[in-house]
């Protein structure tokens, strides 16, 4: 049985038979959003398919213009809705197996996702007879002559209005048809003075007077278009051009016109102009050996697709270019082409698939999750709907090389486990069988094979296992600290810190009775979030890592011994720590006559909870250690045991009135180098002046913790609220001021907002995590789905710290490294093996650290033979089954530098990684990605802030050489249309040989060209309902310059009229184009309406790469926003291709010119005095 867009070839007698089929009709059970038995018919004067209920009531009419594919795919059909179908049809499964030859399925429409028709014959024949007729007259529709599409077009506007059913309209039938065309009349004289010209009886047109009725119209608006071909070259000599039949062009003034002013070398040959005018001839007595047009049928060659400003040669594929390597092509790609909107909500399909391969699209992505029993497909963390992997890929089988033979590049983002990798290997050998490319075509080739050595080939994009990828990604996450920075989890505590303490104590005890801990402590654990250390008791039993929640200082709420953080004097951790301080003072005294005991306190490098006192002298700078403990719930300061001090607050003043006597110094503290950029305490990060309720919920939404809070004033006078995230929830507190006190939640009294913060640091709201500005910039950037993924183990109720418990490592499952690190002398990591999760942890001492880290090596050295280290290193820590990574030849996914590389990667990175032109600094960059590309391949994508799924300007990525720019298919707009005229270039196979300039660096560009544009007119411009007032814009893509002026021009608004606006006169000037990079630069006409809000809508557009416009006057076949033709759409222009002058040559040739002429005006005026005896001046 025929396959849709198999070309049909049949005699003239078999295809008169199956047409005759259909156009006698045939009773069929259609299903669209309801089953029911119609009559299908299709109407040749229309080119429709026509549905029919008894009594000759048409229920709907499919243009078959509008027809993209006729399938016979009852089998997917049954596995989507096989229930609903077999009580449609009323058949059991078995029935509907056998039966299956009898359904197929009309996908037709102008979007992105098709609409779909579901029709069963009742026998094989019939359906047969309609696969292979439908296709035959899709087929044809697409190459009729426009003369032909005319006529059919006029035939449903009249039928669509034609209430007698005889094949005639009345006027006043015609004024409501008029607005359909897209068109107002001056008046209704007007209509009945041409009814009276085209020869109508009682005001009613039969077809043929219909038919003249449109050329006068269409021509009446435009006759003055006529006016251009009067001069310049090869004019014509046409005495009345009042009506579209009162003045003729002969072939030879037709002939002159295509050579000199058109530039077609073709029109050389005599009968090719005959052939091409016989084709508009609508007169049969005008076609003779000496054919004429009318100026009226020579206006209509101007605007049919026949004339077309796009050079179809270059539409041509040409074979001798597919034998570069694949690196050498840009390679139409898109991205996460199963969705079929935006990137949060959509609806994932396999029609997607479908749709994307059949618009030539040679690489499809494919984001694979676990699934219940089977892989899935959708957008991961989102609402996306799921699509079965089995599902995708025999969508993807059926239909791959039906547009483009050539291959197809599957580019699968990987979240299966192991299990599930090890299904999907087996489906894709399965369903693609020989299809699937699982070998080097060349094991001992030192490029990528060329497209031609690839076709019908699947190639598979992703991760591979390499024997040193253990030891290198061990590597990589020792050298890299900001790799795969995991959360740790946090539990809500219901009681008080001090209730808590004592069941954690007893805990304690009771677990050193009955069980042997391998190691006690305390660790200071590391928080990514917060970019700090906090402390937790810990454990190691069985194996496992318990750590306790957060401590904090109780008494730092009562005491005030934390006060020094508001202190001036106070710089906090230092980058560079003491040498840094040493600057500050020595900047700060310096040419000051600074003063002995100038000085400021930081914290220690090396020591937690402790500080440095550095000092400035004369002699030199000194750097004393303040030292701190607690005992009891009371904290001290203390420079010598001798004296200790409540806080450090006491401890300064203290020695700014009396001496400091230690290590044989004796110097009292004077001046203080204040901290740079002080904040008072009551305005830190986490207190906002102008801050909705919705921007801090958004605030704290992105801070994926319990406990993260931001104080905000509210637009009463005297209140703010405390907004806190708890539990995954945002709440809200209203806070009053009254008098001196802050009243929170009328219960809670406090003197300052700092006061309450700290009580409530470790209470019940929990106040841990201020939500400062830079913290939300950070998470903005950040991807949160690093924190999404993360996988934490269940915390057992019998564990060692009891409730206390926060958090368990399993050692078991873990590597463990030890380096310097987050300003820290020595820090432990235990990563995860499986999920990449990392734990890191310091103690106060480096001994104590090294205790730790002996603890838990041994464990892993027991726990581990090197077997079994071997394969953690294969399957779980890569996340790579052994049979999805053999699979993959050309395409290995890597994460990493364009530096170092072979051929057999593809680097995959997102479109804000690309650099821009005009940026300096990343020329170097460019450089870099534009050679690596000549070797190997790239995928860009868009970045992950595209969830309404728009597209980003490929423009930059192809400059650059990267092959597989992946665009949003679904989303139609400009860069989407951009791809497709890019890839309508060797015959839409989804592969453009890239310029030699780009693949060759010995290769200079190609000279820069100008091009002069100049709108003439349009006409069936398509109608939004209501009659438009359409602008055209044009514009050169991309910019190159600084003036988007010297890029684009808008023509005037025309009004009223759709169907045969005009754009002439000095409002309407042509505009001349500079094109740097002929290789790489697009012209779009975009046709738009004013609105009544004068905001420009759009209606339609067409986008030519320039190397293959043509000159002369041209028409421009228009299209949909999704890139569809539309019927008879079209513009007319002039395109000039013009040279680009090298100015100093024109300036050295002026001058030697001009001297020449100086030379030549002496020597004639030499000549003139001597004859006539006159003395020359």
């Not at 058949?91 to 359904?103: N, R, W």
């Not at 030890?818 to 300003?823: D, F, G, I, P, T």
Request: one cysteine or more.
């Amino acid at each position: 049985m025929m396959g849709s867009n198999e070309r049909v070839e049949l005699t003239e007698e078999e295809r008169s038979r199956i047409i005759k089929h259909l156009q006698a009709g045939t009773e069929m059970m259609v299903f669209q959003q309801k089953a029911e038995r119609l009559t299908v018919q299709v109407l040749m004067e229309t080119m429709q398919v026509a549905f029919i209920r008894s009594g000759d009531r048409i229920v709907t009419m499919l243009d078959i213009f509008e027809i993209k594919e006729v399938r016979q795919d009852f089998q997917r059909l049954n596995e989507s809705m096989g229930s609903i179908f077999r009580r449609i049809f009323r058949q059991s499964e078995k029935e509907i197996q056998q039966d299956g030859k009898t359904c197929f399925t009309i996908f037709y429409g102008s979007e992105f996702i098709l609409e779909s028709l579901s029709l069963n014959a009742d026998t094989v024949e019939d359906a047969e007879k309609w696969l292979t007729g439908l296709e035959l007259l899709r087929q044809e529709t697409l190459v009729a002559h426009t003369p032909e599409i005319i006529e059919t077009w006029l035939r449903k506007q009249m039928y669509s209005v034609d209430q007698t059913k005889k094949n005639s309209i009345t006027l006043k039938e015609l004024k409501s048809l008029l607005q359909k065309m897209n068109i107002t009349v001056p008046s209704g004289r007007f209509l009945e003075d041409r009814f009276v010209e085209v020869g109508a009886k009682d005001y009613v047109l039969d077809f043929q007077q219909f038919n003249k009725f449109y050329n006068i119209l269409v021509f009446e608006n435009q006759m003055t278009l006529l006016e251009e071909f009067k001069k310049g070259p090869a004019p014509f000599t046409m005495s009345n051009t009042d009506r579209p039949e009162s003045a003729v062009l002969p072939l030879y003034d037709f002939q002159n016109f295509l050579l000199h002013r058109q530039k077609e070398d073709w029109a050389k040959d005599f009968n090719k102009v005959q052939e091409l005018m016989t084709i508009f001839i609508d007169d049969t007595m005008r076609m003779s050996n000496n054919p004429k047009f009318t100026v009226g049928e020579f206006l209509s060659y101007l605007f049919s697709k026949e004339n077309s400003i796009w050079d179809e040669k270059f539409s041509d594929i040409c074979p001798l270019d597919m034998n570069n390597p694949l690196s050498h092509y840009w390679i139409n790609s898109s991205h996460n082409t199963y969705l079929t909107g935006d990137q949060l909500s959509s609806e994932s399909s396999t029609e997607a698939y479908v749709r994307c391969l059949r618009l030539g699209c040679r690489c499809i992505e494919l984001d694979c999750w676990n699934g219940p029993d089977e892989p899935v497909i959708y957008h991961g963390r989102t609402i996306t709907s799921k699509i079965k992997f089995k599902d995708a890929v025999k969508a993807i089988n059926d239909h791959a090389f039906v547009t483009s033979e050539y291959p197809v590049v599957l580019s699968i983002e990987e979240h299966c486990d192991i299990k599930q990798q090890k299904m999907m290997a087996q489906m894709l050998r399965d369903v693609f069988q020989d299809k699937l490319l699982t070998k080097p075509l060349d094991p001992e080739a030192v490029h990528l094979p060329s497209p031609n050595q690839l076709k019908g080939k699947i190639i598979i994009k992703h991760q591979k296992i390499k024997e040193s990828d253990c030891i290198d990604k061990l590597e990589e996450e020792k050298g890299n600290v900001a790799v795969k920075r995991k959360l740790d989890s946090f539990k809500k505590i219901g009681d008080i810190y001090r209730e808590t303490l004592q069941v954690f104590e007893t805990l304690i005890r009771n677990a050193k009775e009955n069980t042997v801990m391998e190691k006690e402590g305390e660790l200071c654990i590391w928080d990514s979030i917060d970019k700090r250390f906090y402390r937790h008791d810990c454990v190691i039993l069985d194996n496992k890592l318990y750590y306790s929640e957060e401590k904090w200082e109780e008494d730092s709420t009562k005491d005030g011994s934390d006060r020094y953080l508001s202190e001036t004097w106070f710089h906090g951790r230092l980058a560079g720590g003491r040498r840094t301080a040493e600057k500050l003072l020595r900047e700060f005294c310096k040419g000051r006559d600074g003063k002995d005991g100038t000085f400021l306190v930081r914290e220690s490098d090396t020591f937690i909870r402790n500080y440095i006192i550095s000092l400035w002298t004369s002699v030199r700078i000194q750097h004393y250690r303040i030292f701190w403990f607690s005992e009891n719930g009371h904290t001290s300061f203390f420079l010598t045991n001798k004296r200790c001090f409540p806080s450090m607050c006491a401890l300064i003043e203290h020695y700014r009135q009396n001496l400091i006597e230690y290590d044989g110094f004796n110097l009292r503290l004077t001046n203080f180098l204040p901290r740079l950029n002080f904040v008072s305490h009551q305005h830190r990060g986490w207190f906002y002046s102008n801050l909705s309720r919705a921007e801090a919920e958004n605030y704290l939404l992105r801070i994926p913790r319990d406990g993260a809070f931001l104080v905000r004033q509210r637009e009463e006078p005297g209140t703010f609220a405390l907004s806190v995230r708890a539990e995954g929830d945002i709440k809200h507190f209203l806070i009053c001021k009254d008098n001196s006190k802050y009243v929170l939640a009328d219960t809670y009294e406090f003197f300052s907002l700092e006061d309450m913060v700290r009580c409530f640091r470790e209470d019940k709201i929990k106040l841990r995590y201020p939500v400062t500005p830079q913290l939300v910039e950070s998470f903005y950037r950040e991807d949160l789905s690093a924190y999404d993924n993360e996988m934490y183990s269940e915390v057992a109720e019998d564990n060692p710290l009891g409730v206390q418990c926060k958090g368990v490592v399993d050692i078991s499952m873990c590597n463990v490294a030890r380096e310097a690190k987050h300003a820290r002398h020595l820090v432990v990591t235990l990563m995860n093996k499986e999920n990449l999760r990392q734990t890191e942890f310091t103690c106060e001492n480096l001994e104590q650290v090294d205790e730790w880290y002996q603890v838990i090596l041994n464990i892993i050295q027991r726990g581990e033979s090197l077997e079994r280290r071997r394969i953690a290193e294969m399957e779980s820590k890569t996340k790579i089954a052994i049979e999805m990574s053999d699979l993959v030849v050309y395409c290995q996914s890597i994460k990493s530098t364009f530096e170092k590389y072979n051929y057999k990667e593809v680097r995959s990175v997102n479109d804000p990684m690309i650099p821009k032109e005009g940026n300096e600094t990343d020329e170097e960059k460019s450089d870099i990605i534009l050679e690596y590309n000549r070797t190997a391949l790239t995928r860009v994508y868009p970045s992950g802030g595209r969830v309404d799924s728009s597209n980003f300007d490929p423009c930059p990525s192809w400059k650059l050489g990267c092959q597989m720019v992946a665009l949003n298919f679904q989303t139609a707009d400009k860069f989407m249309q951009l791809n497709s005229a890019l890839f309508s270039l060797n015959g839409g196979t989804g592969y453009v040989l890239k310029p030699e300039w780009i693949r060759n660096p010995t290769k200079k560009k190609p000279p820069k060209q100008n091009i002069r544009i100049r709108v003439i007119a349009a006409r069936h411009l398509p109608n939004p309902d209501h009659i438009i007032s359409p602008f055209v814009q044009v514009e050169l893509w991309p910019y190159t310059g600084s003036q988007a002026d010297d890029y684009s021009f808008k023509t005037t608004m025309f009004k009223d009229n759709g169907l045969n606006p005009v754009w002439l006169g000095p409002m309407n000037p042509p505009k001349c184009f500079q094109v740097d990079e002929p290789d790489l630069a697009f012209l779009r006409f975009v046709v738009f309406e004013e609105d009544t809000f004068s905001d420009a809508k759009f209606l339609a557009h067409a986008t030519f790469p320039i190397r293959g416009i043509r000159s002369g006057y041209r028409s421009v076949p228009l299209k949909n926003m999704f890139n569809e033709n539309l019927e008879l759409a079209s513009l007319l222009v002039h395109a000039q291709q013009l040279e680009v002058r090298n100015t100093h040559k024109l300036i050295s040739f002026s001058l030697r010119a001009s001297f020449i002429k100086t030379c030549i005006d002496l020597i004639l005026g030499c000549a003139y005095a001597k004859i006539h005896n006159k003395t020359f001046i």
